[in-house]
């Protein structure tokens, strides 16, 4: 009879041995396939930022915690709440928390809130006058004014690199600067401030956003194709041709590169 309960006892420790192993082998076999599920889907996630931002050269910033505005065509656009500032390969895009995409050319992205400061969406040319020294710089790049002075950085970057004696331009029809000019169109000049751009599109318009003013003006194609755009900063002694892209620093004239690609990168 002991015998019998004994055996019974030793069969049922034998049970839940058998089961606790079987328990441990699962959990084990089961920690292992999670192991490989995860490590294959980060060795995915890695592929895909090297293709994404290697191969394709796709780029993203977040531009979410501030208020930002734009002028289309004299129009005034305003950004807000969740929104991505994105390049791939054939253009940037702004995408808006509500969905909505816009596509962006070159023209700067305002800050609403903050004084003096820019986002410019595309690579854009810096021109050094006084030497005749052409650069480029990245999309996304910030231009800010900070005591007295005009800096350019990338974004979210700490540091500044100061712009001196330069202006920028997209390599179409847009140009920026970054001192006060005064635009001759014909018999009429019009003074901007810094900050301020003129786009000049070829015998058609030209359209001229003055920053400190928040003005926007439009020279209809009648008087725009009959003259060409001038730009003069007399502090600086130099004068740009919008209409033909070109600018001089006394007698001497210099053609600007188009193909913003084959510059050489401005160190910032």
Do not use: W
Not at 26 to 37: E, H, P
Not at 96 to 121: F, Q
Not at 204 to 220: C, G, H, L, V, W
């Amino acid at each position: 009879m002991q015998n019998n309960k004994k055996d019974k006892v030793e069969k049922k420790d034998k049970k839940v041995q058998t089961k606790k192993k079987l328990n441990t082998r699962i959990n084990k076999d089961t920690i292992l396939k999670v192991s490989i599920v995860l490590i294959t889907l980060l060795f995915i996630f890695i592929i895909y930022q090297i293709f994404n931002n290697i191969i394709l050269k796709n780029k993203k910033v977040d531009l979410s915690g501030q208020n930002y505005y734009q002028y289309f065509y004299g129009m005034y656009q305003e950004y807000g709440g969740k929104i991505d500032l994105i390049r791939d390969k054939e253009s940037v895009q702004l995408k808006l928390e509500s969905g909505k995409i816009l596509n962006l050319d070159s023209t700067p992205i305002y800050y609403k809130d903050i004084l003096r400061k820019v986002i410019l969406p595309s690579k854009m040319e810096i021109v050094q006058p006084s030497s005749g020294t052409l650069y480029k710089i990245d999309e996304f790049s910030n231009v800010f004014q900070e005591n007295a002075s005009m800096y350019v950085k990338k974004f979210n970057s700490e540091n500044g690199k100061m712009l001196d004696n330069v202006f920028l331009y997209d390599g179409e029809d847009l140009y920026f600067f970054v001192d006060e000019t005064i635009i001759t169109i014909g018999d009429q000049e019009i003074t901007v401030s810094p900050l301020s751009y003129c786009i000049v599109n070829y015998r058609q318009n030209i359209e001229i956003y003055d920053y400190e003013k928040n003005e926007y003006t439009i020279i209809p194609e009648d008087i725009a194709k009959t003259v060409d755009v001038q730009a003069t900063n007399a502090k600086r002694d130099y004068n740009i041709n919008l209409s033909v892209d070109t600018f001089n620093m006394g007698d001497v004239d210099q053609l600007l590169i188009r193909d913003i690609e084959h510059l050489q990168q401005f160190e910032y």
